[in-house]
């Protein structure tokens, strides 16, 4: 290597890792293909229910060709996604691996994750024509169904979270939505989030916002296949001149930071709620500066905000591109300026902080 590189010598050690983190990556994003293909044709489910089988066996069971799948499998073994026993030629899904790729209820089932990164892909050429511009994509504009990937990735946490940790640690406010409330879900995009609150709090009336049509249609339609259309019922609306007064509750979840107006938006929420009110803020779990951000979270987050967080702020007015990983104390000043005197982080989890404002 040395006779092709000039400048200050190589450290040897130095060099070989960080090849040994090229190649993972470049794994990683190979995977990205094979792991939404699995899932598309079903093959963890099958493996999941199923339990261990040769290529031929999952091949009849998929109703797929074996050769194409035999390809598939040897690539997971040698991922680590699935194991591979030679005495038997069978494949199987570690109930580890399952909790990622097969169990929908799991709290770390990140199949939404891989759509993510397909549509960041597909995000590319907007992105980048964005970077010599200046200017945004609008969410409505995003490549791909980027807003049924972002669904899907969120999900999982607010199904394990939301109604067991996140709402109860917040200052009175499960023995109000136990009595009946008043609820704004601002920014709801796919409505899982207000789908669930309103599954978990029949006498509470739920009503989701978003300025985007199509997910406010998607909204729609989740809530009456989960039962819940007489408590909740989603409308287009803007964060900063939804209607509707008297709030109990508002929340957020993981949109304040893709606003344009994120501070004019707190403003709007503190009047729409009543004097007693709450605004939840569920936001992408971030420190306040970059070193605290390189992990392997901040990585994925900086990669999702470049690609759609600020280019969906700078679609909009003011264009404040907060960003994904803005911190606690940047999101504190955006809160404070909308005229809430009280803020704390209520909980946390790896990937979320949740805030609790009060007026
Ligand atoms: C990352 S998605 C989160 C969606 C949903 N809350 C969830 O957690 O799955 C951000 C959402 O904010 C919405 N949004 C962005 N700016 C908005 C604004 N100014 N007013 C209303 N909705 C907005 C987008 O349409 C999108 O649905």
């Not at 470049?26 to 093959?43: H, K, T």
């Not at 339609?221 to 109990?248: C, I, T």
């Not at 936001?283 to 280019?311: F, H, K, W």
Request: negative net charge.
């Amino acid at each position: 290597m040395s006779s092709v590189q000039s400048g200050p010598a190589l450290d040897e050690a130095k060099f070989n890792a960080f090849i040994g983190q090229m190649l993972s990556d470049l794994g990683g994003a190979s995977s990205i293909a094979m792991v939404r293909m699995g899932d598309a044709l079903g093959f963890y489910k099958e493996l999941y229910e199923k339990g261990p089988m040769t290529s031929d066996e999952l091949a009849k069971s998929a109703r797929v060709d074996e050769r194409y799948l035999r390809e598939w499998l040897s690539n997971q073994a040698a991922s680590n996604y699935l194991t591979y026993d030679a005495a038997s030629s069978t494949f199987s899904l570690p109930p580890e691996q399952a909790m990622i790729f097969a169990n929908e209820e799991s709290p770390v089932y990140m199949m939404g994750g891989f759509d993510l990164m397909a549509a960041l892909l597909d995000n590319q050429p907007k992105v980048q024509a964005a970077f010599k511009s200046g200017k945004g994509v609008a969410w409505g504009d995003q490549a791909g169904c980027m807003f049924c990937a972002v669904a899907r990735f969120f999900r999982p946490g607010y199904l394990n979270h939301l109604v067991g940790t996140w709402l109860p640690a917040l200052d009175g406010v499960v023995d109000k939505l136990k009595r009946g409330a008043r609820v704004a879900d601002v920014g709801c995009g796919h409505g899982w989030s207000t789908v669930l609150m309103a599954k978990a709090f029949p006498k509470s009336q739920f009503i989701g916002y978003d300025f985007h049509p199509g997910s406010i249609e998607n909204a729609r339609a989740h809530a009456e296949s989960h039962g819940v259309s007489s408590n909740a019922r989603f409308e287009v609306g803007l964060a900063k001149d939804y209607p509707g007064k008297d709030f109990d509750l508002v929340t957020c979840f993981d949109c304040l930071h893709d606003m344009g107006d994120p501070a004019g938006a707190a403003a709007h929420i503190r009047q729409s709620l009543k004097p007693d009110g709450t605004w939840m803020i569920v936001e992408p779990m971030a420190g306040d500066t970059l070193q605290q951000n390189m992990n392997p979270v901040g990585r994925l987050y900086y990669a999702a905000s470049t690609m759609i967080c600020l280019p969906t702020s700078r679609s909009q007015e003011v264009g404040a591109a907060l960003g994904a990983q803005a911190g606690e104390a940047r999101l504190r000043e955006v809160i404070e300026k909308g005229g809430f005197s009280k803020v704390r982080r209520a909980t946390e989890t790896p990937f979320n902080m949740i805030l609790e404002a009060r007026p």
